[in-house]
């Protein structure tokens, strides 16, 4: 009688390569990407870009570089809808129009109410149409493949 293949040491080849497959199908792909975001043909010198997927998938914000480029690492390899958002730059409206003093409070206590706390956003603000900044009104998008990759958010 001839012993049967899976009885035999032919399974312990075969069981790893079927769990390898399985794991490889489990995992979502991702795709990095970079590019250079501008206003009216001008770079957006500040603020986040954001990439946002269908429900499933993780969104991705990145901030926005004061040359207007940006790169967006692990993002996952579906079609997004992309967002612009520079209001985190804006001055405050009030006293002097200039942004709030930067104040570091002792450990434990908050800064004090018109003092901005923890580290200076970079960048200057440049103010864009507020639909960018909503995934319901944003006419951007992107699909993502995976490896690197260029999108540059061209706003008019």
């Not at 075969?14 to 497959?21: D, G, H, I």
Request: charged share 15%; aromatic share 8%.
């Amino acid at each position: 009688m001839r012993p049967s293949f899976w009885r035999g040491p032919g399974r312990w080849g075969v069981l790893p390569a079927l769990l390898t497959l399985v794991a490889a199908g489990c995992g979502t792909s991702t795709g990095t990407v970079s590019g250079k975001v501008t206003y009216k043909g001008n770079p957006v010198t500040g603020g986040n870009i954001t990439f946002i997927p269908p429900p499933g998938h993780a969104t991705v914000s990145v901030p926005i570089n004061e040359d207007g480029t940006y790169t967006a690492e692990k993002v996952p390899t579906v079609n997004m809808k992309v967002c612009v958002e520079t209001d985190s730059l804006r001055p405050n409206k009030g006293g002097g129009g200039g942004a709030a003093p930067k104040y570091s409070p002792p450990a434990g206590a908050t800064a004090p109410p018109g003092y901005l706390s923890g580290p200076a956003k970079k960048g200057v603000y440049v103010q864009i149409p507020p639909k960018y900044a909503q995934p319901d009104s944003t006419d951007l998008s992107y699909t993502v493949k995976s490896g690197k990759q260029e999108f540059n958010a061209q706003l008019q």
